[in-house]
């Protein structure tokens, strides 16, 4: 059996999908079978994170209704071999799906496959309840910022009552901010939310411009890497983070600082 891993947050935007997408992509990279499962319904955008959004053809919907069978549905990766995608964008709502029905198709995904990530939608609402249900493992994402912190504090609660696995990886880390002491860095956040770390994401440019022209993955170098090392963390149970404050120690670092204050 496979690892299901659902990615929730408190707070929308955090970086949910940007993170499922990029760990799946160095899941792959790194010769791991994986399946994506787009469970944010009615706000889906997997598949533009990955760059295979002009490959969809049919979703979870039309499997249901017979009109294609799985292994067409799931939408095979430009890049990598083992790497599908599974959309739910025809469904309108998680109210829309029959729930039987698809915790049978999160445990075939799991029989089939070593990882199935699961983007889900933020809050705490039924579709929540329902993937702590389906998953092994949960990872929440949170950014430093106080109110997604707190989100992701209810959030954290919620998933230790029900039991469940559960880690943090920090996203949009700024070296600039965390060395200037105005932004929590990402063991004071593990701490105050009480979950292991299981790594971070800084904040990088690349991202924030990213155009799905390529998968979100590949956006440059620098990010890459980070997905790899978040991606390591998980394969084996580790937390190495990458450093995400080297451009603004020393001199030079701190004149960087000094001009992306003023900026
Ligand atoms: N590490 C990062 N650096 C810069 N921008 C990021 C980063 N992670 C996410 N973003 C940007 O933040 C926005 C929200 O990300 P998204 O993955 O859609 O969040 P969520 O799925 O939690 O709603 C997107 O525009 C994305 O490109
Ligand atoms: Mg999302």
Sequence with gaps: MGRIIGFVSGKGGVGKSCITAGIGKALANLNKSVCLVDFDFGLNNLDLML?????????????FAGRSRLRQTLVPDNEFDGLYYLSTHKASSFDAIDKSLLKEVITKLGEVFEYVLIDCSAGMGQ?????????????????????????????????????????????????????????????????????????????????????????????????????????????????????????FKGVIGALRRKLKARA
């Design 51 to 63: 760059g295979i959004e002009t490959n969809v053809v049919y979703d979870l919907t039309d499997y």
């Design 127 to 247: 579709d929540f309840k329902f993937i702590i249900d389906c998953v092994n493992e949960i990872i929440i994402v949170s950014t430093p910022n106080i109110c997604a912190i707190r989100d992701a504090s209810k959030v954290a609660s919620e998933v230790f009552k029900l039991k469940k696995q559960a880690g943090v990886i920090v996203n949009k880390l700024r070296g600039d901010l965390v060395l200037g002491g105005k932004s929590f860095d990402e063991k004071q956040i593990a701490k105050t939310l009480g979950l292991k770390l299981i790594g971070v994401m800084p904040e990088y440019e690349a991202i924030s411009v990213y155009s799905s022209i390529k998968s979100v993955y590949n956006t440059s170098l620098e990010v890459k890497n980070a997905f790899i090392v978040l991606a390591k963390n998980i394969l084996k149970n580790t937390s190495f983070c990458v450093d995400y404050t080297y451009k």
